[in-house]
């Protein structure tokens, strides 16, 4: 059987893969292929899902960092770019208050008091860290592929992104 996605009335997309027919007869008995497909629409289709159909593996994104930025398109999944530019400078941020813990600044000091006990350079790079989300640009990116290849130099990957 092919999977079955469903908008949720949230906007996010759900995708059905039944249990292999033959483990569904285990339990119900033996059931024809339309018995099979009938169980499997009353059981995982709820009464609010929003446009559900039947597709191939195809039409589902092969990677899962900006799952729930997907939407339904039609007989697909696409990829809400907004929100998964969004996702990812978020996560850009999450690193780079990691990168700050590292040096010792696990908050915003006051800028006097930071002019008092930091270094210069430590001035530029924590300079540097912080104009990063107003100035590092993801608008180039058109997929998820190309908005994950975005990083900012100096700041560690974030860790959905290193075993894919």
Partial sequence: MKKIIYTRQDGGVIIVAAAPK???ERVLGPLTEEQYVAHVWNRSIP????NPIEVEDSAIPPTREFRDEW?????????????????HMNRIREMIQKKFIEMGF?????????AAIVDEATKVELQRLRDIPQTFDL???????????????????????RNG
């Fill in 139 to 161: 608008s180039m990116a058109t997929n998820a592929n190309e908005l994950k290849a975005l990083w900012p130099v100096g700041i560690d990957m974030h860790p959905i992104y």
């Fill in 22 to 24: 033959e483990h569904l």
């Fill in 47 to 50: 009464i609010n899902a929003i």
């Fill in 106 to 114: 696990p908050y915003r000091l006051n800028q006097q008091v930071e």
């Fill in 71 to 87: 939407r339904q398109d039609g007989n697909s999944i696409v990829i809400e770019m907004n929100l998964a530019r969004e996702k």
